[in-house]
């Protein structure tokens, strides 16, 4: 990807979000921040800005630039990556504000009809599970029906988010068993990619940040303090 982007031909926005995308995966956020500066619509800027951002508990900022990136997919008359910022958007809602969630999940859902995008459905009904973590204890069984289904597809991102999801329904319902049970299978499982999974993880239930190679834009702490996931 490096060589493509170097090269700056047609494929150089594509590869440099490549780029940016495993810079995420491996936790190194100031990488992948720098790229996007790089990208533009061809590279979708912002749907590369927002995935930096959610993760370090800026919900609002994070919504706003996935509206922002679904527009410019409209202007452009691109139906997939509408559909997958919208469903990024649901996503991110649904960890603060799931009454807000609950259009903007209505509205992915009718994004979706057209396109066949099987990670962002996934990523959809991830978003409903986070919506009602608060308020169904039908959840957990919603999960593992959903896990079952990720597992099928054989989709690694999907599932890391879903033990997130679990995560954030144990704290947000004050299960310290519960929670102390998803921290360790966070750090069993996202040794590499999504290693700051169990960073957030830890954040949400006030307990010691594993040892992992995180690099955040900002200190640790101000994202620790943030009402993120």
């Known amino acids: 990807m490096q060589y493509v982007a170097d090269g700056g031909g047609r494929l150089a926005p594509a590869a440099r979000r490549g780029l940016a995308h495993l810079a995420c995966l491996g936790g190194d956020f100031p990488t ?3 790229v996007v500066l790089t990208l533009g619509w061809p590279g979708r800027h912002h749907r590369v800005d927002d995935d930096i951002w959610w993760p370090h508990g800026d919900m609002h900022r994070a919504a ?3 509206e922002a990136a679904r527009t410019e997919a409209e202007q452009h008359g691109v139906a997939g990556e509408r559909a997958t910022s919208q469903a990024q958007r649901a996503l991110a809602l649904a960890f603060t504000d799931p009454h807000l969630a609950d259009d903007e999940l209505d509205l992915a859902e009718q994004l979706l009809a057209g396109p ?3 990670a962002t459905t996934l990523t959809v009904k991830i978003a409903a599970l ?3 973590t608060s308020t169904d204890s039908g959840v957990p069984g919603r999960a593992d029906v959903l896990r079952a289904e990720i597992r ?3 989709l690694q991102a999907p599932e890391a988010l879903l033990d997130l999801t679990f ?3 144990h704290a947000a319902r004050g299960d310290a068993p519960g929670s102390a049970a998803a921290v360790g299978l966070l750090e069993q499982r996202t040794g590499g990619d999504y290693a700051y999974y169990a960073d957030i993880t830890a954040f949400m239930n006030r307990r010691p ?3 992992t190679t995180v690099c955040w834009i900002e200190e640790e702490e101000s994202v620790r303090r943030r009402p993120g996931p």
């Open 152 to 154: 099928t597809a054989g």
């Open 116 to 118: 066949d995008l099987r």
């Open 32 to 34: 992948a921040h720098a």
């Open 167 to 169: 995560a954030f329904h």
């Open 209 to 211: 940040t594993p040892s």
């Open 130 to 132: 986070i919506r009602d």
């Open 64 to 66: 706003t630039s996935y």
